[in-house]
C-alpha cells in the first residue's frame, strides 16, 4: 500500500489510503481494543479486583428479587449469620428482605460490606418498594 500524503505548510497533514485498506486497519484497532480490554478484566479478576456474577444472580436481581436476600444466599450466609455480623436480629434481616421494614444507611452499609459488595448494589432497584 502506497498512501498519497497531503501536506499543510509543508508538513504532513493527511493520509489517503484505499477504502478497503482503511477498513482493515479500523478492525484491527478495534480488535486491539478488545484483546486491551480483556487482558485488563483478567488481570483485574486474578487480583481479585473484580468478580464473575452468576446469571443466576443477576436474573433474580432483574427479577426484582431483594437484593440484600440475592446477596446473602449467593455468599452462603444464613439470616442469623447475616445478622449475627451486622449485629441485629435475624428477625430484622428477614423484615428487610422482605420489604417490611426499610433499612437504615448505616445497616446497609454494614450489610453491604459483609457481603462484600458496593453499598449502591444493595439499594439500586426499579421500584423503590424493593429497596431495602
Do not use: H
Not at 468478580?51 to 449467593?74: F, Q, S, T
Request: charged share 35%; with cysteine.
Amino acid at each position: 500500500m502506497k498512501p498519497q500524503i497531503i501536506k499543510k505548510n509543508g508538513k504532513p497533514e493527511y493520509a489517503v489510503i484505499p477504502y478497503d485498506e482503511y477498513r482493515r486497519l479500523v478492525d484491527d484497532a478495534e480488535m486491539l481494543a478488545d484483546v486491551r480490554a480483556f487482558d485488563t478484566a483478567r488481570k483485574t479478576l486474578a487480583a481479585g479486583e473484580e468478580e464473575l456474577i452468576p446469571a443466576e444472580v443477576v436474573d433474580r436481581l432483574l427479577d426484582g428479587d431483594n437484593p440484600v436476600r440475592v446477596w446473602r444466599e449467593y455468599r452462603g450466609l444464613s439470616a442469623v449469620d447475616l445478622a449475627k455480623a451486622c449485629g441485629v436480629t435475624a428477625a430484622a434481616i428477614s423484615q428487610i428482605e422482605s420489604g417490611k421494614r426499610k433499612s437504615s444507611v448505616g445497616l446497609l452499609k454494614k450489610i453491604a460490606r459483609t457481603l462484600d459488595v458496593d453499598l449502591d448494589t444493595l439499594t439500586a432497584t426499579e421500584d423503590d418498594s424493593q429497596t431495602a
